[in-house]
C-alpha cells in the first residue's frame, strides 16, 4: 500500500515508528515492520520499567523526551510517527500531576491535560536541536472518546478530531473551514514537500483551498457508510442511502431530508459509491499502490 513512509523512504529519508506501549500492542510493531519503516521504538527499546504506568507501556512524558533525543541521532532527512498512550483508558495520570491538572468533567479529560503537558515538554525539548526549524510537525487522533457536549455524541460530531500542521516559523497560518480526513494527511505532506511522482491516495491536498468542493470526509461504523461533503451529511447502507443531514441548519442531525433534497442525495450517493468502489476493487486487486 502507498504510504508516507514508502515514497520519502524512497527519497532517502531515514524511518521510524514510536510507540511507548508493550511491544505488540496493537500491532504497531509488526505493522511497521510490514511497511518497511527502517526503526520500531517501542517499551522493550526503551528499556526502563521506573517509567512505566502499569497498564499500556512508559508514560507519554518520559517517552516523548526519549523520542525527541533519539530523533535527534538520525541522518537528515527522516520521517518518524509518535503514538501517544496516556489518553488512553484507565487513562492514567502519575501522581505527582494528580493535583496539578483539573479532572474535567469526563474521566479522559485529565489524561488528555497530561498527554498536552507531554507534548508541549517534547516541544520544548526539540526546539533546542537543530532539525526543529526545518522539521513538519502533523498532530492529529486515531479517533475520539466519549463526548460531553451532545455535538460531539452525534454520528457526525463522533468523529471530530484535531488535524494540526506546523512547521517552526513557516508560512502555516490560520484554521481553513474546511472537512477533513486522516487519509488527507499524506497529499497534504507530500505536496508541502513538493514531491514529484505519482501516487496514490484516498484523500486530497488540504492545502487546495481553491477547490473546497474536493474535501471530504467518510467513515464506516456497523454496516452504514457515513460521508461530509458540500455542508452535507449522508449515511449509506451499502444499497440505499438512509439519512441526509445539512450540517448549517441542523447541526445535531436531528431532521433527515433524504426524502426531499432528491438532488443532492443523488449527488452525493454517486461519489460516495464511486469511493467505496475504487477502494475495494484497487484492494481485491492488489492495486493499492501506482508503480512507476
Known sequence: MTSLRGVLKAKGYTTAFFHGGTNGTMGFDSYSRLVGFDHYYGRSEYNNEKDYDGKWGIRDEEFLQYTARTIHGFKQPFIAAFFSLSSHHPYHVPMKYINIFRTGRLPIQQSVMYADYSLGEFFHAASRMPWYRNTLFV???????????????????????????????????????????????????LDYLGYDKRYLAFGTDLADSLSPGRHFSVHYISGIYGMIKDGYYIEFNGTRTTALFNLADDPLQTRNIAGRKKDVRQKLELFLKAYIQQYNNRLIENRIIIED
Open 139 to 189: 498532530i492529529t487522533a486515531d479517533h475520539t472518546s466519549e463526548g460531553y457536549y451532545p455535538y460531539y455524541q452525534s454520528n457526525v460530531g463522533q468523529y471530530a478530531i484535531p488535524l494540526l500542521f506546523f512547521r517552526p516559523g513557516g508560512d502555516l497560518r490560520g484554521k481553513p473551514q474546511i472537512i477533513a480526513q486522516q487519509t488527507d494527511v499524506m497529499p497534504t505532506v
